[in-house]
C-alpha cells in the first residue's frame, strides 16, 4: 500500500522533494493536483468540492487503502477524503491547514477571496517579490521559495482565487465530518505558524484523537523548514500501524 502526499497552496509536488530524500519506503508518491503543476480537466471550477472528488477518484484507482499525507490545503482535502471516504485511508498525517468553525481566514486568503483585490493581486505578483515574502514572513529558505514562487503561473493563480473563493466558510461546513475519520492520525504542526495558529492544529488533534500532536519548532511550511524531522514522524507514524 503507498504512501500519498498531497500539496498546499501555492505548491506542486515539490514542496516533498526534501521530505521524500528522507524517507526509506520505495513506495511513496507525491502528487500535483490540477491547476498546480497539472493539466486542469475540461469544466473542472477548482473548488474545495471539486479537489476532494478529484482526491477521491485517484484513491479508488490506487485500490488499497493508502497512506495519506497533507500540508496546507493538502492537510484539509486528505482529511476530508477521510471523513467521507475512510475506506482508501489506512493512516492520515498533516498539519498547518485548520478545519475549524472558529478559525478565520489569514490576510492573504482574505484577499484571494475578494473578486476585486484578488484579481488585482495575481495580476501584479513578481516572482522575486513574492519569494522574499514567503521568505522573509514564513521562514522559508530563499532559493527554496524562489523555486516555489517561479511555479506560480498563470492557471495556478485562478485556481487559488477560484479555491479560496469556494471556501469562505469551509471550517464551519467541514469541520463536522471530521468524526468520520477512522485511521490512525498524527498531526505535525509548525507552531510559529502566523497564518495557521497552533491552537487550531491542537483543536484538529482533539477532533482526530490523533496518537499525537508534534508541535515543530518552525512556521508554515515544516516541509520546508524541517524535512528530515517531518519524515521521520511519518516513518515513525506508518511503522506503529505496519500490521494494520
Given amino acids: 500500500m503507498p504512501a500519498i502526499l498531497i500539496h498546499g497552496v501555492p505548491d506542486t509536488h515539490h514542496v516533498w522533494d526534501g521530505v521524500r530524500r528522507h524517507l526509506t519506503r520505495p513506495d511513496v508518491e507525491a502528487w500535483d493536483m490540477p491547476g498546480f503543476g497539472a493539466e486542469r480537466p475540461a469544466g473542472f471550477g477548482s473548488t474545495k468540492e471539486e479537489y476532494a472528488d478529484w482526491l477521491i477518484e485517484r484513491l479508488e484507482r490506487v485500490g488499497e487503502p493508502v497512506d495519506l499525507v497533507g500540508h496546507d490545503w493538502g492537510c484539509i482535502l486528505t482529511l476530508r477524503v477521510a471523513g467521507l471516504r475512510p475506506d482508501l485511508v489506512r493512516t492520515w498525517a498533516g498539519g498547518n491547514g485548520p478545519i475549524s468553525a472558529e478559525y478565520v481566514w489569514h490576510p492573504l486568503a482574505k484577499i484571494w477571496q475578494d473578486q476585486v483585490q484578488g484579481e488585482r493581486y495575481m495580476s501584479e505578483?513578481?516572482?522575486?517579490?513574492?519569494?522574499?515574502?514567503?521568505?522573509?514572513?514564513?521562514?522559508?529558505?530563499?532559493?527554496l521559495a524562489r523555486e516555489m514562487a517561479g511555479r506560480v503561473d498563470g492557471t495556478m493563480k485562478d485556481a487559488v482565487l477560484r479555491l479560496y473563493r469556494?471556501?469562505?466558510?469551509?471550517?464551519?461546513?467541514w469541520e463536522p465530518a471530521l468524526s468520520a475519520v477512522t485511521a490512525p492520525s498524527v498531526v505535525f504542526w509548525g507552531a510559529q505558524d502566523p497564518?495557521?495558529?497552533?491552537?487550531?492544529?491542537?483543536k484538529l488533534g482533539a477532533s482526530l484523537h490523533a496518537s499525537q500532536v508534534i508541535e515543530m519548532d518552525c512556521n508554515h511550511w515544516t516541509v520546508l523548514q524541517q524535512p528530515a524531522e517531518v519524515a521521520g514522524i511519518l516513518e515513525k507514524h506508518w511503522s506503529a500501524h505496519a500490521g494494520a
Fill in 125 to 143: 505578483l513578481r516572482t522575486e517579490p513574492f519569494a522574499e515574502e514567503v521568505a522573509v514572513g514564513f521562514d522559508v529558505p530563499l532559493q
Fill in 195 to 202: 497564518a495557521c495558529q497552533i491552537e487550531f492544529g491542537r
Fill in 166 to 173: 469556494s471556501a469562505l466558510t469551509m471550517g464551519a461546513e
